[in-house]
Every structure is written in structure tokens, then in C-alpha cells.
């Protein structure tokens, strides 16, 4: 099966909301809060990183691209 | 997130010294300004300034903002603000803060889990780090952006600058995840009820709307204290004002408030108030006596 990438490909639209920094935490972990998601949120207000840690296989990429008011995320397959 | 009681941090400038306490008392007050006021209630003498977070802050949409009470020539001021602060606090296990007495100098205060730490800076080094809350005499903001309102003729009784970053130290397992699931959506769902528009400017925690009023604060709008205890954006008080959406969503992440209480709180909260006014009016009688 190919394997799938989350990338933040369109992260200077980021308006900081972190709604993809607690569904990481909700869909992966299943808890609630920030303290265990993968993806962090960095910056100053309009100029946010987005930062995602690769450590371990990320299961339902689908959902934070679904999440993102936005639209930064994009999902790889390799 | 505390279920059964209220975790206060006390904080006192001049000392440099700090303290959580345990308020089960706190509990009925649901959080935001009932907490808020009850806190300045039992502190009037002593505090300069006190912020509260909601119960929700950070889990739902839309539940974004920190509450800011403090007293101004015996005139009660309460001021909202958004960023990142209020979800923060919640989500290190911090009801509310109680900044006591009053220090020249500028104090970073940065916290994580049990462990806090005061620092003292020059005013510049202060400002170059990205602060949750950054409080000062006409200044109240989180993240350099998301404004408490205007003090303008309503200082803050502090002598430097507060900054204070919260680390979030703690989360909770989700027990009934479907649940949680399909309530957060429909709350996404939801936000055609808002009286803003969506944009893209820098948006609070948890909120996707990244509206232009996130910036200014919540000064021109008054709000029903049932969403002002969550601390609901001011702009979200049609979904926060119904008592069965909060009480569904206060159960899906495991507080057991019942009904009738929720049902209590407005009238709970605007007693205090009102012993808050009455004290405040007496220290006004006696001063121009």
C-alpha cells in the first residue's frame, strides 16, 4: 500500500486557529488538548510555521486537511 | 481541565512568589466572569488584576476568549480578549490567575505544570518574547496581537510590565469520542449563526473563523453571562446562550454539571456582582467623605 504524507503545502494562508493541531491529538491519540498532537504551531500572529512531526505513521491525514479553514494541508502518496 | 473543583494560580508581583489553590467553592460558578468575580470578590483589597478562562476554552469552536477583571477608581472594569491565552490555561489544568499586589519591575512569568517561574527583564527583552498575555498599565494583548480592548482612561493598576507564557502541560483522555465527534462538527457546522464574517486574518485558538474583530476585543458588545462563563466569543452568543448546547457539551468532555445548575448560574453570578458594586460603592463613600 503507497504510503501518505501530510505536508503543510500552503502555509503562509495559516491564520492560527490550531484546529489541525487538536485534531491531530483527537484522531491520532484520541485525547483532547495540544500537549500530544503532532503538528505544532509557531510564529508570530501572520507569519505562522507549521510543524509537523514525522515520528510516527499518521493515520487519518484526510481529517486535518478536512479541518483546515484554510486549506494548507495537501496529502503526498509515495 | 478540572472537573470537580477550580485550580487558581496566586500570584503575588511584590514577592516574587506563587501559589495554586484548590476552590471547590469556585465549582458552581462555571468559570469566566463567575469565577472572575467571585476571585475579585475575595480579593478586592489585594488584587490587581484577575484572568479567567471558561471550562470549554479550546475544546469547542468558537470558545476562545479570556476574561480580565480589575478594579479602576473603584469602577469595576471587565475586558475580553482572545489569542491564545484562555485555551491555554485551560488546557494546563489553570481555572483562573489572581496577580496580587504590584511590582516596578517587569516580571515574565512562565508556567509549566506544577512549576512556576518569575523572572524580571528589562521592558525590551519582555516584549521580544512571544507572550500568551502581556499586561501593563495601558496594554493587554496575547500574542502581540489579540487585544483586551481600550484602556484608555482605565489603567491597569500595575506599576511595570506582566508577561506570562503557559505551557500546556496536560490533556484529557476522551471517553466518549462520537460523541465529542459529532457535536465539534455540528459547532463547525454552525458557524453561519455568527455575527461575523469568515475572513483570513490571525484567528483565536480554536476558532476557524480568523475574523477582523479577533484584534480589537469585545468592548462594544455586551454579551449574556451564561456564554460569558464559558468565555464564548461575544460574536458566537446565539449557539452559547441555549442551555442544552452547553450542557451537551459540558458532558462530552466529562463535567458532570446538571441542569438545574447551569440553570442557577446567571443568578449566582449576578449576586456577586452586586456584592462587588456594593463594596466598591462603600470604598467610593468613604473616599469622598
Given amino acids: 500500500m503507497p504510503k501518505r504524507y501530510l505536508t503543510a503545502s500552503?502555509?503562509?494562508?495559516?491564520?492560527?486557529?490550531?484546529?489541525?493541531?487538536?485534531?491531530?491529538?483527537?484522531?491520532e491519540k484520541r485525547k483532547l488538548g495540544a500537549k500530544d498532537s503532532f503538528i505544532t504551531i509557531k510564529g508570530q500572529p501572520g507569519r505562522y510555521k507549521i510543524q509537523i512531526d514525522y515520528g510516527k505513521p499518521?493515520?487519518?491525514?484526510?481529517?486535518?486537511?478536512?479541518?483546515?479553514?484554510?486549506?494548507?494541508?495537501?496529502?503526498?502518496t509515495s | 481541565?478540572?472537573?470537580?473543583?477550580?485550580?487558581?494560580?496566586?500570584?503575588?508581583?511584590?514577592?516574587?512568589?506563587?501559589?495554586?489553590?484548590?476552590?471547590?467553592?469556585?465549582?458552581?460558578?462555571?468559570?469566566?466572569?463567575?469565577?472572575?468575580y467571585k476571585l475579585l470578590l475575595d480579593n478586592i483589597d489585594e488584587a490587581s488584576a484577575i484572568i479567567t478562562c471558561g471550562p470549554l476554552s479550546g475544546y469547542f469552536p468558537y470558545i476562545s476568549k479570556a476574561c480580565l477583571l480589575y478594579t479602576h477608581a473603584n469602577r469595576l472594569v471587565e475586558k475580553f480578549g482572545g489569542g491564545v491565552i484562555a485555551a491555554k490555561m485551560n488546557m494546563a489544568g489553570i481555572d483562573g490567575i489572581v496577580l496580587i499586589g504590584n511590582s516596578p519591575e517587569n516580571l515574565h512569568i512562565s508556567v509549566f505544570d506544577q512549576e512556576v517561574t518569575i523572572a524580571t527583564e528589562t521592558a525590551l527583552a519582555l516584549k521580544d518574547n512571544q507572550l500568551d498575555l502581556a499586561l501593563s498599565k495601558k496594554i493587554a494583548h496575547s500574542d502581540s496581537y489579540f487585544n483586551f480592548g481600550s484602556l484608555d482612561g482605565l489603567e491597569l493598576p500595575l506599576e511595570g510590565h506582566v508577561g506570562i507564557n503557559i505551557d500546556t502541560s496536560s490533556s484529557i483522555n476522551m471517553v466518549g469520542f462520537y460523541d465529542y465527534e459529532k457535536l465539534y462538527n455540528t459547532l463547525l457546522d454552525d458557524y453561519k449563526m455568527l455575527t461575523v464574517e469568515p475572513g483570513n486574518n490571525p484567528s483565536c485558538m480554536?476558532?476557524?473563523?480568523?475574523?477582523?474583530?479577533?484584534?480589537?476585543?469585545?468592548?462594544?458588545?455586551?454579551?449574556?453571562?451564561?456564554?460569558?462563563?464559558?468565555?464564548?466569543?461575544?460574536?458566537?452568543?446565539?449557539?452559547?446562550?441555549?442551555i442544552p448546547t452547553v450542557y451537551a457539551c459540558l458532558t462530552s468532555i466529562g463535567y458532570t454539571y446538571h441542569h438545574s445548575y447551569l440553570e442557577r448560574?446567571?443568578?449566582?453570578?449576578?449576586?456577586?456582582?452586586?456584592?462587588?458594586?456594593?463594596?466598591?460603592?462603600?470604598?467610593?463613600?468613604?473616599?469622598n467623605s
Fill in chain 1, 58 to 76: 499518521i493515520k487519518y491525514p484526510e481529517k486535518i486537511v478536512k479541518i483546515c479553514p484554510q486549506n494548507c494541508f495537501d496529502i503526498i
Fill in chain 2, 1 to 36: 481541565m478540572n472537573t470537580e473543583y477550580k485550580r487558581i494560580l496566586y500570584i503575588n508581583l511584590a514577592t516574587k512568589e506563587y501559589e495554586f489553590k484548590i476552590h471547590q467553592d469556585l465549582r458552581n460558578y462555571l468559570g469566566g466572569i463567575g469565577v472572575g
Fill in chain 2, 265 to 287: 448560574v446567571p443568578s449566582l453570578v449576578g449576586e456577586v456582582r452586586a456584592n462587588i458594586n456594593e463594596v466598591l460603592n462603600k470604598y467610593e463613600t468613604i473616599i
Fill in chain 2, 206 to 242: 480554536g476558532c476557524p473563523m480568523g475574523c477582523d474583530k479577533s484584534s480589537k476585543g469585545e468592548d462594544d458588545i455586551n454579551v449574556a453571562i451564561l456564554p460569558r462563563c464559558l468565555i464564548a466569543c461575544g460574536y458566537s452568543e446565539e449557539i452559547f446562550k441555549h
Fill in chain 1, 10 to 27: 500552503r502555509e503562509h494562508k495559516c491564520i492560527g486557529c490550531q484546529l489541525c493541531v487538536l485534531a491531530a491529538s483527537r484522531y
